[in-house]
Structure formats: structure tokens, C-alpha cells
């Protein structure tokens, strides 16, 4: 069966720091991958999403960058981290368009 | 991608079904109906998705009205541990799943 990973669960960063947050998937090959942010008692926002290796869409203008260097490898990075990152990552995967998404547990970040 | 619109919240007695409604009045005909939870702290899951015909797996049924404007899902049996916000999205296949704010589902014992 398929498992998705993501670490670290919860990540405490000053402003100005880097971030690399990591995703794997298991179990599937070629997937569509996905990062979201929700912020605290709001919804999910589509971030990035990934429909092969080195292939990166972007959502929305930000401070984060996306990469995917294996083929179930999906990571977000940041060069400094804003006060405004802070939030809950999730990342998603999907066999294909219109496929159903399956989440991981999420990074909480927090930034100081 | 067509707007949905849910309760803010319900309350369920544990054991008994749990009905949960959502209207979806501007749904295009290549728009499917998915359902999430997320429970605190946690990733959402998925439950279950449908376009025209009623659904049924072994988390709930989807029950699509005839001309596609509203749905329910129904937790035949609910436990406390169903207790979450459950989010009706209706997209596309190459649409995005755009979660709103869901119904808080309390399940009380």
C-alpha cells in the first residue's frame, strides 16, 4: 500500500532562517505531488504541485520554493523564512489529475 | 471550480448515522463531489468522491441528489473517533480541490 512521509512534524525557526521540509511517498511510482499551507482556522492553499521529476508549478507569489529531485521526492525550501510562513505544511499526493489526493500528517512551523 | 456551501456545524449521538449536507446549486456536469476530514492536528483524508451515481465504500455513502445540486454523506454508525471537519468539494479533473471552511462534526457519546 502507499504511505506518505513528511518530517519534521513541528519546526520552530527564527526569521531569516532557512527551511527545507521533506516528503516522501511510498508505494507508487510517477505520482502527482502536492504542498499546501493552511493557516491557523483557515483553509487549505494549494502551494506548489509536481507531476514529474524537475517539473515544479507554482500558485501563488511567496517566499517558498518547491523541488523534486527523485520521483517521490517532493521539498519546500526557503532561503529566509518571514514571519508570515508560519503555518501547518502539508504535503499530498495523487496518482494522476483528478485522481483523489491522500495527505501526510503535516509540518507545524512557527517562526520566531 | 463550483462553490459548496455547509452547515458550520452539527452534533451526532455515537452509534447513530451521521447525515452531512452540502449544496452545490453551480456545479458543472464534468464536476465531481469529494469529501475530506480533517481531524485536529492532523493531514486531511480522504473519503470519498462521485459524479453522478450514489457511493458507498467502507467509510461512508455519498448520496447525490438527481440533478447534482446538493449531496449528503452519511457515517452509518458514528464514534467519538469520527469527530472532525468535514470538508464537500466539487472540482474538476484538472481542477484544484479548494477546501472551504467544512462542518465541524461533534460525535457525543
Known amino acids: 500500500s502507499q504511505t506518505i512521509h513528511q518530517w519534521p512534524a513541528t519546526l520552530v525557526q527564527p526569521v531569516g532562517s532557512p527551511l527545507s521540509l521533506e516528503c516522501t511517498v511510498e508505494g507508487t511510482s510517477n505520482p502527482n505531488l502536492y504542498w499546501y499551507r493552511q493557516a491557523a482556522g483557515r483553509g487549505l492553499q494549494l502551494l506548489f504541485y509536481?507531476?514529474?521529476?524537475?517539473?515544479i508549478s507554482s500558485e501563488v507569489p511567496q517566499n517558498l520554493s518547491a523541488s523534486r529531485p527523485q520521483d517521490r521526492q517532493f521539498i519546500l525550501s526557503s532561503k529566509k523564512l518571514l514571519l508570515s510562513d508560519s503555518g501547518f505544511y502539508l504535503c499530498?499526493?495523487?496518482?494522476?489529475?483528478?485522481?483523489?489526493?491522500?495527505f501526510g500528517d503535516g509540518t507545524r512551523l512557527s517562526i520566531l | 471550480d463550483a462553490k459548496t456551501t455547509q452547515p458550520p456545524s452539527m452534533d451526532c449521538a455515537e452509534g447513530r448515522a451521521a447525515n452531512l449536507p452540502c449544496n452545490h446549486s453551480t456545479i458543472s456536469g464534468n464536476e465531481y463531489v469529494y469529501w475530506y476530514r480533517q481531524i485536529h492536528s492532523q493531514g486531511p483524508q480522504y473519503i470519498i468522491h462521485g459524479l453522478k451515481n450514489n457511493e458507498t465504500n467502507e467509510m461512508a455513502s455519498l448520496i447525490i441528489t438527481e440533478d447534482r445540486k446538493s449531496s449528503t454523506l452519511i457515517l452509518p454508525h458514528a464514534t467519538l473517533r469520527d469527530t472532525a471537519v468535514y470538508y464537500c468539494i466539487v472540482k474538476s479533473n484538472t481542477g484544484k480541490l479548494i477546501f472551504g471552511q467544512g462542518t465541524t462534526l461533534q460525535v457525543k457519546p
Open positions: 499530498a499526493w495523487a496518482t494522476g489529475k483528478g485522481q483523489p489526493q491522500h
Open positions: 509536481s507531476v514529474g521529476i524537475g517539473q
